[in-house]
T-cell receptor
Framework: DAMVIQNPRYQVTQFGKPVTLSCSQTLNHNVMYWYQQKSSQAPKLLFHYYDKDFNNEADTPDNFQSRRPNTSFCFLDIRSPGLGDAAMYLC???????????FGPGTRLLVL | AQKITQTQPGMFVQEKEAVTLDCTYDTSDPSYGLFWYKQPSSGEMIFLIYQGSYDQQNATEGRYSLNFQKARKSANLVISASQLGDSAMYFCAMREFNTGNQFYFGTGTSLTVIP
C-alpha cells in the first residue's frame, strides 16, 4: 500500500547530541512537510518542500534543518536537541492542489 | 489573527448521539480548502473530510458531514451516531490555494464518547 513511513517511531537522544528523523513516501507527492507537535497542542509547521524548493517557517529555530535528497525521502536534523525539543514529529505529504495531506505515524522524540 | 479557531477544548457525547465540533476561519483568499483530521491517542493524523470554498454543497463522508457556512466563515464538523472509537482529538485546518502549500491548524477539540 502507498503510504508515508517514519522511522524510528520512538527516538531517545541526549541533550545536545545531534539526531536525525527520517520520512519516506511511496505516494510520489510533490510536497513534504515536517511538523512538531507537543502534548495537547496543534501541529506546528517547521518547514516544507515543494519538490526541491525548500520553505522554512519564520519561527523555526536554526537548530532544525532538513534535507530532501529525492522525491521519496525527507530528513529532519536537530543539531543540538534541548529538553524543549521533546515532542512528536509528524511528516506529511501532499500532491498539491486541493488535495489533503497524508500523515505518517510520527516519531516521538525524548531528550534526556 | 488566528487563521483557524476552535473554541471547544473538550466535548463529551453519548454513544449513538450526534455531535458538532466548531471551527471558524479567517482568510482573504477567495480560493481555499477546509480539512478535518482525527488524531487518536496513538498520534497518527487521519484525514476525515474536505470542503472547498467554491463547493456549493456541504461535504459528507459516511458519518461525517461538514456544515459549511461561508458568510459566517464557519466549517463545523458533524459526527452522527457517535461510537466509542470516535474518542480522539479533532483538528480543523485550512489551506489558502493562492498563497502557498501551508496548512493552518486550529488548536483542536478533544472528543470523549461516553458509553
Amino acid at each position: 500500500d502507498a503510504m508515508v513511513i517514519q522511522n524510528p517511531r520512538y527516538q531517545v537522544t541526549q541533550f545536545g547530541k545531534p539526531v536525525t528523523l527520517s520520512c519516506s513516501q511511496t505516494l510520489n507527492h510533490n510536497v513534504m512537510y515536517w511538523y512538531q507537535q507537543k502534548s495537547s497542542q496543534a501541529p506546528k509547521l517547521l518547514f516544507h518542500y515543494y519538490d526541491k524548493d525548500f520553505n522554512n517557517e519564520a519561527d523555526t529555530p536554526d537548530n532544525f534543518q532538513s534535507r530532501r535528497p529525492n522525491t521519496s525521502f525527507c530528513f529532519l536534523d536537530i543539531r543540538s536537541p534541548g529538553l524543549g525539543d521533546a515532542a512528536m514529529y509528524l511528516c506529511a505529504t501532499s500532491p498539491g492542489g486541493i488535495e489533503t495531506q497524508y500523515f505518517g505515524p510520527g516519531t516521538r522524540l525524548l531528550v534526556l | 489573527a488566528q487563521k483557524i479557531t476552535q473554541t471547544q477544548p473538550g466535548m463529551f457525547v453519548q454513544e449513538k448521539e450526534a455531535v458538532t465540533l466548531d471551527c471558524t476561519y479567517d482568510t482573504s483568499d477567495p480560493s481555499y480548502g477546509l480539512f478535518w483530521y482525527k488524531q487518536p491517542s496513538s498520534g497518527e493524523m487521519i484525514f476525515l473530510i474536505y470542503q472547498g470554498s467554491y463547493d456549493q454543497q456541504n461535504a459528507t463522508e459516511g458519518r461525517y458531514s461538514l456544515n459549511f457556512q461561508k458568510a459566517r466563515k464557519s466549517a463545523n464538523l458533524v459526527i452522527s451516531a457517535s461510537q466509542l472509537g470516535d474518542s480522539a482529538m479533532y483538528f480543523c485546518a485550512m489551506r489558502e490555494f493562492n498563497t502557498g502549500n501551508q496548512f493552518y491548524f486550529g488548536t483542536g477539540t478533544s472528543l470523549t464518547v461516553i458509553p
